[in-house]
């Protein structure tokens, strides 16, 4: 065990009020790793409170404890935040509204595999060649000689299978597989937990794709397709911006298509780009011309333009890139 996760464990084993967060907007990777984490430290006594940072979308309210994530007014809390836990989260600006308690923590522990974080913690445990943070929360589970039950493995498995493409990206690994046998062995119902995930789509999303769908444009001989998802087209569908998970997986998997970009209008001029490359260009580097990032195969950024316009931009800057 190197000197670094010593250390993390001796931190944990000596806190009394520990504090876990992640990003706005989370996906399975961050609910899934958050709650598995503070599953993981009430097992062995540990005074554990997650930070609801933003909603959590619908499809992972199946996730057992999810109660546990609640909103904290941190202003009022008596006792110091001894330490706090940040996993799956790029930078500070990230926690949004809660972005102020890192600088209240005595100790922050900043656990991620996005390589382009920006090390805010006293301890950073980073690996880009992690599939999700899923995975770098069982490893320090087990190393802490927790066991993983299956309520632990049930969110580490839906956030790992969230962050994969339900396996099929090339951020895979030999361990990403070796990890998913113990959660299997620990007894989760993955048939559930996949139908829960992939096969339960609402007649509201539904609507939503199909308006989406409509605004398809290509560019570069079809290797670059976007989508456009507006505020009136979720008030049309009657759904939320949550309801765009998915779009740009479809998008990406048309045959020609290399870089799918997804525009989410937040509001007029807050335009949300989510990038998905299939084989060969590094989208983390694109969306950081423009101050996000992410993965070399998955990244996003906000672009403070018109819907419109800041398709314009991306699509510039993909070509520019390619």
Same mark, same amino acid.
């Given at each position: @065990?190197?000197?670094?996760?010593?250390?993390?464990?001796?931190?944990?084993?000596?806190?009394?009020?520990?504090?876990?967060?992640?990003?706005? #907007?989370?996906?399975?990777?961050?609910?899934?790793?958050?709650?598995?984490?503070?599953?993981?430290?009430?097992?062995?006594?540990? #005074?554990?409170?997650?930070?609801?940072?933003?909603?959590?979308?619908?499809?992972?309210?199946?996730?057992?404890?999810?109660?546990?994530?609640?909103?904290?007014?941190?202003?009022?809390?008596?006792?110091?935040?001894?330490?706090?836990?940040?996993?799956?989260? &790029?930078?500070?600006?990230? *926690?949004?509204?809660?972005?102020?308690?890192?600088?209240?923590?005595?100790?922050?522990? #900043?656990?991620?595999?996005?390589?382009?974080?920006? &090390?805010?913690?006293?301890?950073?445990?980073?690996?880009?060649?992690?599939?999700?943070?899923?995975?770098?929360?069982?490893? *320090?589970?087990?190393? @802490?000689?927790?066991?993983?039950?299956?309520?632990?493995?049930?969110?580490?498995? /839906?956030?790992?299978?969230?962050?994969?493409?339900?396996?099929?990206?090339?951020?895979?690994?030999?361990?990403?597989?070796?990890?998913?046998?113990?959660?299997?062995?620990? &007894?989760?119902?993955?048939?559930?937990?996949?139908?829960?995930?992939?096969?339960?789509?609402?007649?509201?999303?539904?609507?939503?794709?199909?308006?989406?769908?409509?605004?398809?444009?290509?560019?570069?001989?079809?290797?670059?397709? /976007?989508?456009?998802?507006?505020?009136?087209?979720?008030?049309?569908?009657?759904?939320?911006?949550?309801?765009? $998970?998915?779009?740009?997986?479809?998008?990406?998997?048309?045959?020609?298509?290399?870089?799918?970009?997804?525009?989410?209008?937040?509001?007029?001029?807050?335009?949300?780009?989510?990038?998905?490359?299939?084989?060969?260009?590094?989208?983390?580097?694109?969306?950081?011309?423009?101050?996000? &990032?992410?993965?070399?195969?998955?990244?996003?950024?906000?672009?403070? $333009?018109?819907? #419109?316009?800041?398709?314009?931009?991306?699509?510039?800057?993909?070509?520019?890139?390619?």
């Amino acid at each position: @065990m190197n000197n670094t996760i010593s250390e993390l464990i001796k931190k944990i084993s000596t806190a009394n009020n520990i504090y876990i967060a992640s990003h706005v #907007n989370p996906d399975g990777d961050s609910i899934g790793s958050i709650l598995a984490m503070a599953l993981g430290l009430r097992k062995i006594n540990k #005074n554990v409170n997650i930070i609801k940072t933003d909603e959590i979308p619908s499809d992972y309210l199946f996730l057992p404890n999810i109660h546990m994530i609640r909103t904290y007014d941190i202003d009022e809390e008596k006792d110091p935040i001894d330490l706090l836990v940040v996993l799956d989260c &790029g930078d500070i600006d990230r *926690l949004g509204k809660f972005k102020s308690i890192v600088s209240n923590s005595k100790f922050v522990i #900043n656990i991620d595999h996005h390589i382009s974080n920006s &090390g805010f913690g006293d301890i950073n445990i980073v690996d880009e060649q992690s599939a999700a943070t899923g995975e770098l929360v069982f490893d *320090l589970l087990v190393g @802490m000689g927790i066991q993983i039950d299956k309520e632990i493995a049930t969110c580490l498995y /839906t956030a790992i299978s969230t962050d994969t493409g339900s396996f099929s990206y090339d951020n895979v690994t030999s361990r990403t597989h070796e990890i998913v046998v113990s959660l299997i062995n620990a &007894g989760i119902d993955k048939s559930d937990i996949n139908i829960r995930l992939y096969q339960s789509r609402s007649i509201e999303r539904t609507n939503l794709f199909i308006s989406s769908f409509s605004t398809l444009k290509t560019y570069n001989d079809n290797k670059i397709a /976007t989508v456009k998802v507006t505020q009136d087209m979720l008030k049309k569908a009657n759904a939320k911006m949550e309801d765009t $998970e998915g779009i740009i997986s479809f998008i990406r998997d048309i045959k020609p298509v290399e870089v799918a970009c997804l525009l989410k209008e937040n509001k007029e001029k807050e335009i949300k780009i989510s990038l998905r490359s299939k084989r060969f260009v590094d989208v983390s580097k694109i969306c950081s011309a423009f101050n996000g &990032g992410g993965h070399k195969r998955a990244s996003g950024c906000t672009i403070n $333009e018109s819907i #419109n316009d800041a398709e314009r931009l991306i699509v510039e800057q993909i070509i520019k890139m390619w």
